[in-house]
C-alpha cells in the first residue's frame, strides 16, 4: 500500500458527461500528479500540483481541470466525456517540487469507462 | 525534452534464469532515473532509482540497475527470475529543475515456470 489513496475504484459513465476523480497523497506529500494510462497512448502525464499551486502541465486536454486543495488531496475533473477518454487515471505524490529528487507513489487508480 | 526508451515490448525469462530489462533514456542535464512494476489491476510500485553516485543501484525485491552514461542506459536487473515477477515494468526519467516524470511504454516481463 503507498499511503496514497484514490476514489472511485470503477467509474462507468456516458459519453458527454462529468466526472470527478478524488486522490489523497500520502501523509507529508504536498506534490501531486495526475497520470492517464491507456493501452494506445501509454503512461501520459497529465498535470502536476504543489501545495495548492498549478507546477507544471502535461498532455491534459482543454476539457480536464485539477485542482488540489488546502487539506491537500486533488481532484481532476473531466468534462465533455469522449469514447477516447476511457482510460486508468493515476494520480500519485512525492514529498517536493521539481528540485526533489523523490520518488513518486502511486494510487490504485480510478478505471474511467466512457459508454 | 526528456524520453524514455523500452526497446522491447516483451520479455520472456525461464524461473531461476537472469531478467533483464531495457531502458535508455534522453535528457538535459545530469538524469534522475527510476524504475517502478505495476502488477494487473494495480498502481505502480516504486522499485529503485539512481541520483548520483554507485552506478548500480540496489532496490528492492531484489532487483537492481545499472546506470550507463556513456550508453545513456539503465537497465533494470535481477540475477534469479520468480514467476511472481511477471508484471509490467516501466522505466522513467527526469532532469533537475523539471516537474516532469517521462516514463516509457512499459515492457511485459513473462516469467515460464
Known amino acids: 500500500d503507498s499511503g496514497v489513496t484514490q476514489t472511485p475504484k470503477h467509474l462507468i459513465t456516458a459519453t458527454g458527461q462529468r466526472v470527478t476523480l478524488r486522490c489523497s497523497p500520502r501523509s507529508g506529500d504536498l506534490s501531486v500528479y495526475w497520470y492517464q494510462q491507456s493501452l494506445d497512448q501509454g503512461l501520459q502525464f497529465l498535470i502536476q500540483y504543489y501545495n495548492g499551486e498549478e507546477r507544471a502541465k502535461g498532455n491534459i486536454l482543454e476539457r480536464f481541470s485539477a485542482q488540489q486543495f488546502p487539506d491537500l488531496h486533488s481532484e481532476l475533473n473531466l468534462s465533455s466525456l469522449e469514447l477516447g477518454d476511457s482510460a486508468l487515471y493515476f494520480c500519485a505524490s512525492s514529498v517536493g517540487w521539481e528540485t526533489s529528487y523523490n520518488e513518486q507513489f502511486f494510487g490504485p487508480g480510478t478505471r474511467l469507462t466512457v459508454l | 525534452a526528456q524520453s524514455v526508451a523500452q526497446p522491447e515490448d516483451q520479455v520472456n525469462v525461464a524461473e531461476g534464469n537472469p531478467l533483464t530489462v531495457k531502458c535508455t533514456y534522453s535528457?538535459?542535464?545530469?538524469?534522475?532515473l527510476f524504475w517502478y512494476v505495476q502488477y494487473p489491476n494495480r498502481g505502480l510500485q516504486f522499485l529503485l532509482k539512481?541520483?548520483?553516485?554507485?552506478?548500480l543501484v540496489k532496490g528492492s525485491y531484489g532487483f537492481e540497475a545499472e546506470f550507463n552514461k556513456s550508453q545513456t542506459s539503465f537497465h533494470l536487473k535481477k540475477p534469479s527470475a520468480l514467476v511472481s515477477d511477471s508484471a509490467l515494468y516501466f522505466c522513467a526519467v527526469r532532469s533537475y529543475g523539471n516537474n516532469r516524470l517521462a516514463f516509457g511504454k512499459g515492457n511485459q516481463v513473462v516469467v515460464i515456470p
Open positions: 539512481y541520483i548520483t553516485g554507485d552506478n
Open positions: 535528457v538535459s542535464g545530469n538524469p534522475y
